[in-house]
Structure formats: structure tokens, C-alpha cells
């Protein structure tokens, strides 16, 4: 188990060497309270787009299924005509220049694992820039667009935004409830109080904590030939490799358990770059992974192996809840 892997198992499950980060997390609290206190008495300089900003973002470290959302986001817009673009930090990539249009056709490693998957999945006008507000401007500038999703940035306070959308794991929760370095949490839960909704990733219904949110499975993809295979593609107790590069690799592995196969579990760091010697296992058997990590196999894969591509599925109250944003945001579109 790495450095990392142990922190968060003592985020989640306890451990009394974290009293020992107290006075980090006191210091870390107080540059985050600074921080929203000058974005929210205006002294800090914020910039306010001239179409509205939707920022999709959590209050922990680590994945809680925000890029699907994203997506469904995306297609939820376009199903009601709006013109949609997305935002993004575009984490681990190493652009040539900043501002960067992200194309189907980059690499990974250029533009980012979760930008590509988003913009090879639906083709959206997407920029990456550390800086959020001058990705706004760079994409505005080259597109005619109604409404910009922010890909995470919930904390990136030099950007104006009109919702404030974030995710919990419904499951692993807000673990110990302190702030880095002695818990899992970006902002003091306080934050919550303020933001527009909480969606809870595998909440089974709507909770007053905030809306359910679940991730389907829809379908096994090669990565070689790119083909569509249903999800009965394996027999029910195939054992096969399962790979995982995301901010919590569990909740795959427990997903292809809910498709009764049985995972041998591969789990990697968030972001991981890979190589085929690293994805070299015995016994030979077929291997599922991500789709962000597909993205950055895709080149090198065999034929044997596949991406398991999940949809977003939110529940009805949010939907609802969101036209009527949506209609207030935009009241000329909808």
C-alpha cells in the first residue's frame, strides 16, 4: 500500500497519528477561509463571463464521479438547445501553449486524461487552463456558446459562477470531517451550506443531505476495434483484469462485481500514465478498465481488452430542479 493509499485509509477508517496534523490543518483552514472571505467581500478580483458558469466540483480529494456528470450535463443542455462548452484545469497535461482547445485527435499526456474523454465522448468545445477565468475568455472567443461548465474548480475563486453543483461519495462520505492534511476535505463542511446542490454518488434516493446520483453501466467497448459489446458480453463469474487509474478505484471493482464477474484488482494512482509492460498479467485473461484510462491505452492495447463505459443517472427531483436553473439562467433558451 502506497504513502497515499494509507493516508486515505486513515481519512476513511481512523488512525491517531493524525492528531499530529492539527496544527497543519488549522493553518490550511485559515488560508481557506481567507480565500472565499476575499472572493465573497468582492476584494478579490473575479471574473464574471457574460454567459452563465456552472461549476461541477467536490469538497474532497479524490474521485466522486464527476466527469459522468459532466457528460450527462452536456447532453441534457443540447437535448433543450443550448449551446454548451466546458472548462477544464486539464490536470497532468502538458499542453504547448495555455489556453489549449482540447481536439478527439490529442494525446493524453497533451491534453489531459478526463478533458479528452470528455471531448472524444461528445466532441464539446473544451479548454484547458490552469486558470479558469482565461479559459472562459479563449473559448468564448472561439465559440458561440449559451451556457460554460466548469470541470471541478470549486475552489478557483478567480471565476464567477452562477450554480455550484458538488459531488459526495455516498458511500465513503466526508470521512473524518478535517480538512487536509489530517482529513479528506478541500473546505471545511460548512461549505455545503453554500453551495446551489450536493449530489451523493450511490445514494439509493434523495436524502436531505442532497440528491441521489448513480453511475450505470452501459456497455464493455474494445479499445482496439472501438465495438460495442452488451454487458453480458462475459459469463456471469468470468474472472478477468481489472485496471483502475481514478480518485476511487473500489467503486469499480465493486461495480464489475455487480455484474457478477470476478475482478482481480490492478488499482492505480489517479492520472496514472501507463505503459504495456505495466499492464502485463498472469494468468492471461480478458482485462476491463476505465474509460479514463482507455483513453491513455488505446494506442498500445491488444484485442482482449475493454473499457466499461457508465452513464450518469440523476435523480428526478435534481433533473427537475435543474430545468428550473436552467430556465432562470437562460430564460431566452428554454
Known amino acids: 500500500m502506497s504513502f497515499i493509499e494509507r493516508l486515505q485509509h486513515a481519512w476513511y477508517q481512523g488512525h491517531p497519528a493524525l492528531t499530529l496534523l492539527a496544527p497543519l490543518e488549522a493553518i490550511y483552514r485559515w488560508v481557506v477561509a481567507r480565500k472565499r472571505q476575499r472572493f465573497l467581500a468582492g476584494r478579490a478580483q473575479a471574473y464574471r463571463a457574460?454567459?452563465?458558469?456552472?461549476?461541477?466540483?467536490?469538497?474532497?480529494?479524490?474521485?466522486t464521479g464527476k466527469t459522468p456528470l459532466i457528460l450527462w450535463l452536456i447532453e441534457h443542455c443540447r437535448a433543450q438547445g443550448i449551446r454548451v462548452g466546458v472548462v477544464s484545469r486539464g490536470y497532468g497535461a502538458t499542453p504547448p501553449t495555455?489556453?489549449?482547445?482540447?481536439?478527439?485527435?490529442?494525446?493524453?499526456?497533451?491534453?489531459?486524461?478526463?478533458?479528452?474523454?470528455?471531448?472524444?465522448?461528445?466532441t464539446v468545445p473544451l479548454m484547458i487552463d490552469p486558470d479558469?477565468?482565461?479559459?472562459?475568455?479563449?473559448?468564448?472567443?472561439?465559440?458561440?456558446?449559451?451556457?460554460?461548465?466548469?470541470?471541478?474548480?470549486l475552489q478557483h475563486y478567480g471565476l464567477a459562477r452562477d450554480l455550484e453543483l458538488v459531488l459526495v461519495d455516498a458511500a465513503r462520505g466526508?470521512?473524518?470531517?478535517?480538512?487536509?492534511?489530517?482529513?479528506?476535505?478541500?473546505?471545511?463542511?460548512?461549505?455545503?451550506?453554500?453551495?446551489?446542490?450536493?449530489?451523493?454518488?450511490?445514494?439509493?434516493?434523495?436524502?436531505?443531505?442532497?440528491?441521489?446520483?448513480?453511475?450505470?453501466?452501459?456497455?464493455?467497448?474494445?479499445?482496439?476495434?472501438?465495438?460495442?459489446?452488451?454487458?453480458?458480453?462475459?459469463?456471469?463469474?468470468?474472472?478477468?483484469?481489472?485496471?483502475?487509474?481514478?480518485?476511487?478505484?473500489?467503486?469499480?471493482?465493486?461495480?464489475?462485481?455487480?455484474?457478477?464477474?470476478?475482478?482481480?484488482?490492478?488499482?492505480?494512482?489517479?492520472?496514472?500514465?501507463?505503459?504495456?509492460?505495466?499492464?502485463?498479467?498472469?494468468?492471461?485473461?480478458?482485462?476491463?478498465?476505465?474509460?479514463?484510462?482507455?483513453?491513455k491505452c488505446r494506442a498500445f492495447a491488444p484485442s482482449g481488452w475493454f473499457y466499461l463505459q457508465v452513464q450518469a443517472a440523476p435523480s428526478p427531483a435534481f433533473i427537475a430542479w435543474l430545468d428550473g436553473q436552467l430556465a432562470r439562467l437562460l430564460p431566452d433558451h428554454i
Open 50 to 63: 457574460p454567459v452563465p458558469i456552472i461549476v461541477v466540483g467536490n469538497i474532497t480529494v479524490g474521485g
Open 98 to 122: 495555455l489556453p489549449w482547445r482540447v481536439r478527439p485527435e490529442h494525446s493524453a499526456s497533451e491534453a489531459g486524461d478526463e478533458p479528452l474523454l470528455i471531448v472524444q465522448r461528445t
Open 132 to 153: 479558469r477565468a482565461r479559459a472562459v475568455r479563449a473559448l468564448l472567443e472561439a465559440e458561440p456558446l449559451d451556457l460554460i461548465l466548469s470541470d471541478d474548480g
Open 174 to 295: 466526508l470521512g473524518n470531517r478535517r480538512c487536509l492534511p489530517a482529513g479528506p476535505l478541500r473546505e471545511p463542511v460548512e461549505r455545503l451550506q453554500d453551495v446551489d446542490a450536493v449530489l451523493l454518488n450511490g445514494a439509493a434516493a434523495d436524502e436531505t443531505a442532497g440528491y441521489a446520483f448513480c453511475l450505470q453501466p452501459s456497455a464493455l467497448i474494445e479499445l482496439r476495434s472501438g465495438e460495442f459489446r452488451p454487458l453480458d458480453h462475459f459469463p456471469a463469474g468470468q474472472s478477468l483484469h481489472a485496471v483502475a487509474g481514478i480518485g476511487n478505484p473500489q467503486r469499480f471493482f465493486a461495480t464489475l462485481e455487480t455484474l457478477h464477474w470476478r475482478p482481480i484488482p490492478h488499482p492505480f494512482a489517479d492520472h496514472a500514465a501507463y505503459s504495456p509492460e505495466q499492464l502485463r498479467f498472469t494468468p492471461e485473461l480478458p482485462l476491463v478498465m476505465t474509460e479514463k484510462d482507455a483513453v
